[in-house]
């Protein structure tokens, strides 16, 4: 499954902490405010880019030092938890080429 940023969720930093913040016009879909480490951070930036699943990886192998698979259940899971707190959205057009 591949997600996107949400629009109108605005990464920025505050006291050198990195932070999620949803606009008003998100709000209603997320509204709280979550702060992310340097890592999740560098995730949040490629999500949404071309090619951003093999440069996320590599991110992470680089920081991480784990194995693929320990990366991709982390990634699954900082989706997942992403997803159901309103930061992330489904990428329509995965599954439209899924459906095809």
């Known amino acids: ?8 969720i605005v990464l920025t930093k505050i006291c050198n902490a990195n932070v999620l913040i949803p606009t008003r016009a998100v709000w209603q879909e997320c509204n709280t405010i979550i ?5 999740w951070a560098a995730t949040w930036e490629l999500l ?6 093999a440069k996320i990886l590599r991110v992470h192998q680089i920081l991480t030092k784990k194995t693929d698979e320990e990366i991709q259940s982390r990634l699954d899971a900082f989706y997942a938890e992403m997803y159901k707190k309103g930061f992330l959205i489904k990428d329509t057009m995965e599954s439209e080429n899924d459906e095809k």
């Open 35 to 39: 702060r992310l480490t340097m890592l």
């Open 1 to 8: 499954m591949k997600y996107l940023p949400r629009p109108g």
């Open 48 to 53: 949404g880019r071309e090619d951003s699943d």
